[in-house]
């Protein structure tokens, strides 16, 4: 139960909810309650079907493509870290920075599915996650995966209310603190890595 717990809350960081938030509200700006709900199932959706994918195809991705858990760990956490820096110092995820402010037909699936809320950082970390938890562990793993999620549909649907509530400065500000967890997240992922490389070395 408690890996349950950490692993929600660890995905809850991981996906910078109050990030996805301030992106879901500008790309759905001026739509109506039940407009801006459609979009969220949508987005939501699709990052269960490509957490799922990630999760469970994680170590088989490692063998076909010969690359150790620990050189995954150090390159996923690298990533990680960009983002988390670039929420900390702009209140924004840097591969999103850029992306065309014209309205699209249809945002749910791209930007805000992919890469607003799996982006590369995110993709990097749940393969890893995915890799190291076996049995009934992964069960528990997968179980917080889809808990964050479901926090995340929570915050969606609450967008109007929560936009009202906070203000644009409030949203900034937990974007920040999000950034700042999501940085610790990534320097244990990190270390966790160079550690398994230094173990044979040491030897």
Known sequence: MSLLISTWIKFFFLFAPFFVLSMFLALTRGETSAVRRQVANKAIISSVVISFVLFFFGGSLFAVLGITL????????????????????????????????????????????????????????????????????????????????????????????IERLLGRTGLNVLSKITGLILAAMASQIFMSGLMGFLKPIAS
């Open 70 to 161: 620990d050189a995954f760990r150090i390159g996923s956490g690298v990533l990680l870290f960009l983002s988390a820096l670039s929420l900390v110092r702009d209140g924004t995820r840097n591969h999103a920075v850029g992306m065309p402010s014209e309205e699209r037909e249809d945002v749910s699936v791209v930007p805000l599915a992919v890469p607003i809320i799996i982006g590369p950082a995110t993709i990097g970390t749940i393969l890893v996650y995915g890799a190291e938890l076996h049995g009934w562990e992964m069960a528990l793993g997968l179980g917080g995966l889809l808990l964050a999620l479901a926090s995340l549909t929570l915050i969606l649907y609450s967008a109007s209310l």
